[in-house]
């Protein structure tokens, strides 16, 4: 075999960088119930599952129940990425190059899949033809990242062997979870660092990055998990 089989994308702070939409969300909820929440608060969730991240708010004082505080945060991050969305830097080139080389993709989030669906909506509308040909979301998983079930259900998702995978990641959770699944892990830190354990390669950004760069990462490391 020579070419990975499939890519695998994490969604908040890998395509877009929503982060700063989740902080809003985040602080406006818990400045409703009189609380405060700072900057540092909300960079120590990112990655993590969001009913990890609801009990933290509950803990600051926002008075609702789990799922309720999910669904008020993700709808208010799904209405600021309505009014804009926040590409990063090379994710539609890699699209493209993906796409023409036939290569299929999954998206891999701890968002609601209703937020997912709209993203990949969006990239289609962008693209001009379907990205994901699977998504996996938050609400899909029993254990959140870092836990590697999301990235082995995404592999499954689209029938290959997650070790003929590559997974773009942006958090220390979710280059956790894909690591640990045994994915080919790409990591492009934008608001908090990586452990340089977590991934096999680490990036600055996606800007100039091809079909091949992928597979000369995939190609390098999985003779290593295989030698």
Request: aromatic share 8%; charged share 20%; glycine share 8%.
């Amino acid at each position: 075999m020579d070419q990975f089989q499939a890519a695998l994308f994490d969604m908040d702070g890998t395509i877009i960088d929503s982060e700063p939409y989740w902080m809003t969300a985040e602080r406006e909820l818990v400045e409703s119930f009189g609380g405060a929440w700072s900057e540092e608060q909300g960079y120590a969730l990112v990655g993590s599952g969001l009913w990890n991240s609801a009990s933290l708010l509950k803990a600051a004082g926002v008075d609702l129940e789990l799922d309720d505080i999910v669904h008020q945060l993700s709808d208010r991050v799904l209405a600021q990425i309505e009014e804009a969305v926040p590409w990063r830097p090379g994710v539609r080139e890699l699209f493209a190059g993906l796409l023409d080389a036939g290569v299929p993709c999954a998206l891999v989030t701890m968002s609601l899949r209703k937020n997912a669906v709209a993203l990949a909506a969006a990239v289609e509308k962008e693209m001009g033809r379907p990205v994901f040909q699977a998504i996996v979301a938050g609400d899909d998983v029993e254990s959140p990242k870092p836990n590697p079930e999301a990235y082995l259900k995404g592999a499954k998702a689209l029938g290959v062997e997650v070790g003929d995978t590559v997974a773009l990641e942006d958090s220390a959770y979710g280059a956790a979870s894909a690591f640990s699944a045994g994915a080919i892990t790409i990591g492009i830190p934008l608001h908090v660092g990586i452990p340089d354990t977590s991934v096999h390669e680490m990036w600055s950004s996606l800007e100039g990055k091809t079909v091949a760069d992928l597979n000369t990462v995939w190609h390098a490391h999985r003779r290593q998990v295989h030698s």
